[in-house]
């Protein structure tokens, strides 16, 4: 595909492609929509490309939740060339919640080890503008926003292991209940790197004490996708103060004798880039993930530059 034309970063006026502006968006709970459950509805895409075809001609625009079954989804930031390096070292710093899968080079749009031929402009059935820290507008193409400075980050996402702790007959109580996971902001101190920083995000999911060495060992063989529990009981050590009422997401039913267990969580990277109040910034909006090629089979091989650490800043 051509090459895009440089042109200013600024957010011009424009007829398309399709916004929506902040003022008629959702309620700030919106911003964890990113794990509706994955098995809720039946696939429309049984691919990637496909999905990201559809995307492109603008007939796609839904969540991916249960969308190319098998294929790996991954949250995507873009960030001008400024702001790339640091961003890139703190993903590093913070291997558990960002586990990063591609990093593109400055003006390169194609994220070519997971999707060859993709169009990160364009692939995603919803994007989210930010500048100076602010939620601006979603827009389902941002190619008008790209110039050559622009680079990506393609990080992991635990869509990838939800459909197999299903398939082992631990099913998450979200995909049960039909909901979005329960996401909780922590005390769990971050690696800074420049303007990057801030706390990590949790996902929770309940299981009886039995079923957790299974669901530690099935998780954990993903570190690309978040990997092992970050922690398993007593919310109060980590900061959550009531599992039913979570910072994002929906609470889930947990039910007598079960213990809530924590995952590191993709919202971890957003929080980071609205603390560092960029001029601009994009990201896929929750749930309208960027689908690709890459099996999730094929991710459990994957390696993911940085070391995965529970507790980022503590003393080796």
């Given at each position: 595909?051509?090459?895009?034309?440089?042109?200013?970063?600024?957010?011009?006026?424009?007829?398309?492609?399709?916004?929506?502006?902040?003022?008629?968006?959702?309620?700030?709970?919106?911003?964890?929509?990113?794990?509706?459950?994955?098995?809720?509805?039946?696939?429309?895409?049984?691919?990637?490309?496909?999905?990201?075809?559809?995307?492109?001609?603008?007939?796609?625009?839904?969540?991916?939740?249960?969308?190319?079954?098998?294929?790996?989804?991954?949250?995507?930031?873009?960030?001008?060339?400024?702001?790339?390096?640091?961003?890139?070292?703190?993903?590093?710093?913070?291997?558990?919640?960002?586990?990063?899968?591609?990093?593109?080079?400055?003006?390169?749009?194609?994220?070519?080890?997971?999707?060859?031929?993709?169009?990160?402009?364009?692939?995603?059935?919803?994007?989210?503008?930010?500048?100076?820290?602010?939620?601006?507008?979603?827009?389902?193409?941002?190619?008008?926003?790209?110039?050559?400075?622009?680079?990506?980050?393609?990080?992991?996402?635990?869509?990838?292991?939800?459909?197999?702790?299903?398939?082992?007959?631990?099913?998450?109580?979200?995909?049960?209940?039909?909901?979005?996971?329960?996401?909780?902001?922590?005390?769990?101190?971050?690696?800074?790197?420049?303007?990057?920083?801030?706390?990590?995000?949790?996902?929770?999911?309940?299981?009886?004490?039995?079923?957790?060495?299974?669901?530690?060992?099935?998780?954990?063989?993903?570190?690309?996708?978040?990997?092992?529990?970050?922690?398993?009981?007593?919310?109060?050590?980590?900061?959550?103060?009531?599992l039913r009422a979570p910072d994002?997401?929906?609470?889930?039913?947990?039910?007598?004798?079960?213990?809530?267990?924590?995952?590191?969580?993709?919202?971890?990277?957003?929080?980071?880039l609205k603390q560092a109040r960029?001029?601009?910034?994009?990201?896929?909006?929750?749930?309208?993930?960027?689908?690709?090629?890459?099996?999730?089979?094929?991710?459990?091989?994957?390696?993911?530059?940085?070391?995965?650490?529970?507790?980022?800043?503590?003393?080796?």
């Open positions: 595909s051509s090459r895009p034309v440089s042109r200013s970063l600024g957010l011009p006026a424009r007829a398309s492609p399709t916004v929506v502006s902040m003022a008629a968006a959702a309620a700030p709970t919106h911003l964890a929509r990113r794990c509706a459950a994955t098995g809720a509805a039946s696939a429309s895409f049984r691919t990637g490309a496909a999905l990201r075809a559809a995307c492109r001609t603008g007939s796609f625009r839904g969540q991916t939740a249960g969308q190319a079954p098998g294929h790996v989804q991954a949250n995507l930031v873009i960030l001008p060339r400024q702001h790339a390096e640091d961003f890139e070292q703190f993903c590093v710093a913070n291997a558990a919640p960002c586990p990063l899968l591609e990093v593109t080079a400055p003006g390169q749009y194609e994220a070519a080890r997971l999707a060859p031929g993709s169009d990160l402009r364009r692939d995603l059935p919803k994007y989210r503008v930010w500048q100076d820290g602010e939620l601006k507008e979603e827009r389902d193409d941002v190619a008008d926003l790209w110039d050559d400075s622009m680079q990506a980050f393609l990080i992991g996402c635990s869509f990838t292991w939800e459909d197999l702790l299903a398939a082992a007959g631990l099913t998450p109580r979200h995909v049960e209940e039909g909901k979005n996971v329960p996401m909780f902001d922590t005390s769990i101190e971050l690696k800074g790197v420049g303007p990057f920083g801030g706390r990590m995000v949790v996902s929770m999911r309940p299981y009886r004490p039995e079923e957790v060495q299974a669901v530690r060992d099935l998780t954990a063989a993903y570190p690309a996708a978040h990997g092992a529990p970050v922690h398993v009981g007593a919310p109060g050590e980590i900061g959550v103060r009531n994002y997401g929906e609470g889930v039913e947990v039910r007598p004798g079960e213990v809530p267990v924590f995952w590191a969580c993709g919202v971890t990277p957003a929080n980071a960029l001029p601009l910034a994009i990201t896929h909006a929750p749930g309208h993930m960027f689908v690709a090629d890459t099996t999730n089979e094929a991710l459990k091989s994957w390696k993911v530059p940085g070391n995965w650490r529970a507790r980022p800043t503590a003393v080796e």
